[in-house]
């Protein structure tokens, strides 16, 4: 997790001047999401996208996630969209939700999360109902959700990084921010990545007991990936 690499790269067919949002892989299929064209799809591993906005009544998508057959899909001001046809038909599912600004979308086993202005949401029926899981927590302006381990990790505001157990129902304060806020975290197995505005990147190798801070070129970190044991950061 520790060497810097450079790579190739190679335009592909498709959301030309568009913005992405958001990229997921969903069964060799690959899901973009745009602040303003909505969501497409390839299936082709990257070279040609098709669109796929049957049922959005908004078009910026903030994330995606996926449970069994169905993935859902968040909105910037009206809530999360399920799809159980790879993206043909999406549908809401925002019973019980307060607010409808997604931000960040997760999942621990069954369990669902989404993080929007009002703190963190969990669903146990496949996104047909959700309740508020902010015990313990600050309760407003999470902007990244991760799930590791049966571990849950959420950040986003300036008191830092909280971890749950037990899917929610009660969250403990991990990693405080003193130098600016954390804006996204990432997991691969027990490592854990956090980044931020003035937080450069931190790690934790044992599911948050513990962070150190990586070495980084900047202290200014928008956006992190895993793949394996290789951490992409921009």
Request: proline fraction near 1%; charge should be negative.
């Amino acid at each position: 997790f520790s060497s810097y690499s450079k790579a190739d790269w190679t335009q592909t067919n498709g959301i030309f001047g568009g913005t992405a949002n958001k990229m997921y892989s969903y069964e060799n299929k690959i899901f973009v999401g745009t602040p303003s064209s909505g969501i497409y799809l390839s299936y082709d591993n990257g070279y040609s996208f098709v669109l796929r906005n049957n049922g959005l009544p908004e078009l910026d998508i903030t994330d995606f996630t996926s449970e069994g057959n169905a993935i859902y899909a968040g909105t910037r001001t009206s809530g999360v969209f399920k799809s159980t046809n790879e993206g043909l038909n999406w549908f809401a599912v925002n019973s019980g939700l307060t607010n409808l600004r997604i931000s960040s979308l997760a999942v621990n086993g069954t369990k669902i999360f989404a993080a929007n202005d009002s703190g963190i949401f969990r669903s146990t029926n496949s996104g047909f109902g959700w309740t508020s899981v902010n015990n313990n927590t600050s309760g407003y302006g999470f902007s990244s959700i991760t799930s590791s381990l049966n571990t849950i990790f959420i950040t986003g505001t300036y008191t830092g990084i909280f971890r749950s157990t037990d899917d929610g129902d009660n969250w403990d304060h991990v990693l405080e921010s003193s130098t600016g806020i954390f804006k996204t975290i990432v997991s691969s197995d027990s490592n854990i990545f956090a980044c931020g505005l003035l937080t450069g990147i931190r790690r934790s190798t044992d599911l948050g007991l513990t962070w150190t801070s990586l070495n980084f070129i900047t202290s200014i970190v928008y956006s992190l990936g895993v793949n394996g044991s290789t951490v992409f950061a921009g």
